[in-house]
């Protein structure tokens, strides 16, 4: 089995920041990329950012300059800094990761349980 979980989601003010974390345990080969999504009620899933094993980074616009995905893979946790946070950045906040489990030729998506993200004042 692999679980994914995260921890850091809270309140903030409009302006302020949180740093969100993603540690995968379990069975695991390897992890490949891994992102971070957001929902909030009645919409689809927003992917935010993801990063490669190598590091390389991708943001949703409405993110970019505030936001930053980073990545440990000695511990398989991914990160999301964000900064300058707005009251349209509450959501609930998911990661994601392609993980290979040991013995499997083929990696799986797997999410985490998510964790809420409010701005407000």
């Known amino acids: 089995q692999v679980q994914l979980v995260e921890s850091g989601g809270g309140l903030a003010q409009p302006g302020g920041s949180l740093t969100l974390s993603c540690a995968a345990s379990?069975?695991?080969?390897?992890?490949?990329?891994m992102a971070w999504y957001r929902q909030v009620p009645r919409k689809e899933r927003e992917l935010v950012a993801t990063?490669?094993?190598?590091?390389?980074?991708n943001y949703v616009d409405s993110v970019k300059g505030r936001f930053t995905i980073s990545r440990d893979n000695a511990k398989n946790t991914v990160y999301l800094q964000m900064s300058s946070l707005e009251p349209e950045d509450t959501a609930v906040y998911y990661c994601?990761?392609?993980?290979?489990?040991?013995?499997?030729?083929?990696?799986?998506?797997?999410w985490g349980q998510g964790t809420q993200v409010t701005v407000s004042s």
């Open positions: 990063i490669t094993r190598g590091r390389s980074t």
């Open positions: 379990g069975s695991i080969d390897s992890v490949g990329n």
């Open positions: 994601n990761a392609l993980v290979r489990r040991l013995g499997s030729a083929v990696p799986s998506f797997y």
